[in-house]
């Protein structure tokens, strides 16, 4: 169940200051099953303990992500005008009702209730959505613009004659820098009963991906939530190689990088109680009819399905008191010819903007693929991948075993 148009919806800005659609995927992931439910287990296999030696070598981390650590790299210009532009007005979002002014020094009250206000069976229930294309519901088109599961979702959250406050602050090309520094303070001043942050596929598109900062920034916004006393939704997804079909070499270190970002999802998940969705399943990845033209977003059929998975398990917690969304979709199913047309519009201007900043990092790394894939040395590759993830959950005192990333 993975993840990611109307016009100009939430996408980045382009040098003009235009917003241009971003047909970036939100749902990818690797080695979650397509499962409701708590996160897995541990498995048998667990990451190796992280040397302070291993932990010391930016190389090493270079050689497996492509990056340098965040503390040893200088500020990436780049990164931040990204920031910078999904902090932008959203002009689409969906909106119902206002948010209040975040109380004082940040401090909230479960189920984000203040006093003197109505408990929560007597208001309608407040739903917050974090996160980038994917929440913003490209794939699913209504008019002019786009809906999305959190949208289909938030129309059986409430009590009949009291429907959920539904506000939709997903933008398109979001990072999780984005979700931190922008996102979050605007949720926590809507005080939301559920938020849902699924972010974490556009950090592995870049080529300053960093998993841990992406692990201090999710178990932050987390924590914040939680702590406002919203009920976080989450959930892993396809890694966007496998979405594409790329080669190999290419396909390997996207993976890593995606496996690494679900490691850590699952993690914070089960530090904060999220309700957690697995939703890499490579069976439904590969179902056509599930995905819309760009092969990144899931289609209508996609994203009514998140919506009705994410609904049971709301359900389960009794934050779920209206009709489950359906399965039927409104719209056909893309064609092979809608794709072709999106490979000639839209697809090209993507491909354009990751051959300027992923692509030639991509390269080298597909090169060291290669390199090792001919000396018998691959899994040395997924051994680096796993002290590199260990030392970012050690970080945030995150210890869980994890399964290996190279299986």
Known sequence: MTCAPGRG?????????????????????????????APDAPGPGTAPAVSSAAAA????????????????????????????????????????????????????????????????????????????SLTEGVGDRVGDGWRGWAALLAEGLGRSGAPADFRNLAVSGALSGDVAE???????????????????????????????????????????????????LTACLPDPGSMLALPAPLARPLARRQRAVNAVVHAVSARYGAVHLHAADAAWAADRAMWSADRLHPSERGHRTIALRFHELLAQRGLAHGPAPSLTPDQPAPTRADTALW?????????????????????????????????????????????????????????????????
């Open 9 to 37: 919806r939430g996408n980045a800005a382009g040098a003009d200051g235009r917003r241009t659609p971003e047909p970036r995927g939100p749902g990818h992931g690797a080695d979650c099953p397509m499962r409701t439910g």
């Open 182 to 232: 922008h996102q979050t303070p605007e949720a926590l001043a809507c005080r939301p009963d559920v938020a849902s942050v699924l972010v974490g596929v556009n950090d592995t598109l870049r080529r300053t991906f960093d998993i841990a900062a992406l692990t201090r920034r999710l178990d932050a916004v987390c924590e914040q939530l939680t702590a406002a006393g919203a009920v976080v």
């Open 57 to 132: 070598r930016p190389e090493a981390a270079q050689e497996v992500w492509g990056s340098v650590p965040e503390a040893r790299r200088q500020p990436d210009r780049t990164a931040e005008a990204a920031a910078g532009r999904a902090a932008a007005v959203h002009p689409h979002r969906q909106s119902h009702g206002r948010c209040g002014a975040a109380t004082a020094g940040g401090a909230h009250h479960r189920l984000g209730r203040r006093p003197g206000e109505p408990e929560p069976h007597r208001r309608p229930l407040r739903f917050v959505a974090l996160g980038d």
């Open 343 to 407: 490979l000639a519009t839209a697809g090209t201007g993507w491909v354009a903007r990751r051959c300027t900043d992923l692509l030639p990092q991509l390269l080298r790394l597909a090169g060291s693929e290669v390199r090792h894939w001919a000396r018998g040395t691959s899994p040395r590759l997924d051994r680096s991948a796993e002290h590199a993830l260990s030392a970012a959950l050690a970080a945030v005192s995150l210890d869980a075993p994890l399964a290996r990333m190279g299986e």
